[in-house]
């Protein structure tokens, strides 16, 4: 399935920006920009990530929102 036509696995209807690469749960790899934030506020963000629309929107999300800097690995193909 393309990517533009998956869902985000937490709320089954945003379109995700970011895959969790290395995921506690297999169900829950595609997130939207709105769960993926709620992720980073709650204090959980995904730590080994792909951004799957071509800019870094989720590294933009860590950036404003996650207040412990830990370090953060972005995946590559």
Not at 21 to 26: A, G, L, T
Not at 43 to 64: A, F, K, V, W
Request: some cysteine.
């Amino acid at each position: 399935m393309g990517a533009h036509r998956r869902k985000c696995d937490w709320c089954g209807s945003g379109t995700p920006i970011v895959r969790d690469m290395e995921p506690v749960n297999r169900d829950y790899q595609y997130w939207c920009e709105e769960c993926a934030r709620a992720l980073i506020i709650k204090g959980d963000p995904i730590e080994t990530y792909r951004e799957l629309e071509g800019e870094p929107i989720y590294g933009r999300l860590l950036d404003e929102h996650c207040t412990l800097k830990r370090f953060y690995s972005f995946a590559t193909a």
